[in-house]
């Protein structure tokens, strides 16, 4: 509102709409995100279909895109997935 009105606000600058959104942080993680969808062959994430890696140690699956992890008979322990795995995954 202040920016309709024409008033100065000393936070403009941060929380501007015109603002650069392209930050060093979020090009690395897209740049993980296209590594793991474009992978071939694998399990796949529920929530964006990254190939899931195998955790031996805790006996998970987990998304290097976005974190999620699902038990190892698929159920999610973590999100942003929502869905656990379709089918139970072989180590």
């Known amino acids: 509102s ?6 100065n606000n000393e936070y403009s600058t941060v929380f501007s709409p015109s ?6 942080q979020l090009i690395s993680n897209l740049g993980h995100a296209l590594v ?3 992978r ?3 399990k ?19 998304c290097p895109c976005h ?9 999610v322990l973590d999100n942003p ?5 379709k089918k139970k995954h072989k180590k």
């Open 67 to 75: 974190g999620s992890r699902f038990s190892a008979d698929g159920k």
């Open 19 to 24: 603002r650069n959104m392209l930050k060093p």
């Open 81 to 85: 997935a929502c869905d656990g795995l």
């Open 44 to 62: 796949r994430c529920s929530h964006m279909g990254c190939v899931l890696q195998w955790n031996k140690e805790e006996q998970t699956w987990e």
């Open 40 to 42: 071939i062959g694998g």
């Open 36 to 38: 793991g969808i474009g």
């Open 2 to 7: 202040d920016l309709v009105q024409e008033k």
